[in-house]
């Protein structure tokens, strides 16, 4: 509206000058040799014009001739990259879907339409890994990794790959270099919490370690590595406060501390387990200098005073009155484990061996023994270190199992 506004305002000056200088008239003389050529003012501005124009149109229409091919190539780049664009979108569809090969063809054709960009190398490496093409696939990667700008891209899919493949050092190499490109990333950091954890690195594992990671267990594992008696100690005593319900680091931390003639602090560390969570290792550590059966009971009951009810301080105490010749005692802890419904095999079996303390060989003590035996094949089992992904039974917990080489998945029940 503008714009018109002012073309009405344009038209009317130019009508208003024309109209003037028709008004004023005069002529212009133009004398060439013998020729003279006498023009009205009116007709001179009207060829002037004529002239402009004509120039204008001349010039216009040879820069368009020349930018021609210029246009055609750019128009026909246009419709690459539309046609690149469209199959590039066809490939994360295909890739959504599952379809491998239809993925990977029309990565192929993006590839040649648009050129190796970084984001259609990620689309070929991950085509190919559907399609079970691992070695395409790193090609892909490497190409990546060589590019500045997708450096870590690259690195990151190839150390999935070496981790896939169980190439350990392969793995670390490349870990190390994906540091490099993108320092403190947090996928990164868990990579290597998790490489670390495979190569058995537990000082690398537990500087890793997120927070939601038990660090106990790593650092008890560092120690168990560790050639340094300082170092290992310091580990151990990390571990027993990272968790003092750990059984075996507070198992660790007192043998160490009993060793270097600290006997007190390590029945004190022994007690701050049991507390936390008893644990018949912890009792056995305890009570291990003490042969005489009424200082195994006095020893029993310091242990157990801060977590008196727990199904494994009744069982601690039956069992070192039962040893002891404490009949009275020891069914008085029996009888309420079993009330407390959390009763298992081992107290059924001193049940058994209870009757046989109090009664002997007689029919009454055989029927109940015979009770008791029933009832301990239907109680859930003693409970043990176990493997949560073979079911191995160990002894003492381990940071690896020994039956399937996985880590951290050792654990008591
Ligand atoms: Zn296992």
New binding site residues.
Partial sequence: MRRALWLLILCALAVGLAWGLMRLGGAVEVRVADMEIVLSLPVLLILLVTLFLVLHLLIVGFRSLVNWPARLRARRAARRRNHGEMMLTRALVSLAAGSADAARSEVKRARQLLGDTPQLLLLTAEAERMAGREEAAAEAFQALAKREDARFIGLRGLLRQAMQRQDWPAAQALAKEAEAAHPGATWLREERALLAQRTQDWREALALASPATPRAPLALAAAGKEADAARAAELEKQAFQADPAFAPAALAHAARLAAAGNARRAKGVLEQGWAAAPHPQLAAAYLEGEAEPLARVKAAEALVHRNRTHAESRLLLARAALGAGLTGRARTELDALVASGEADARAYLLLVELEQAEQGDTTLARAAEARWLRAATTAKPEPRWR?G????VHAAWAPV?D??G?AG?VAWG
Avoid: H, I, L, P
């Fill in positions: 493997c992904q073979c079911g191995k199992c039956g399937c996985t998945r």
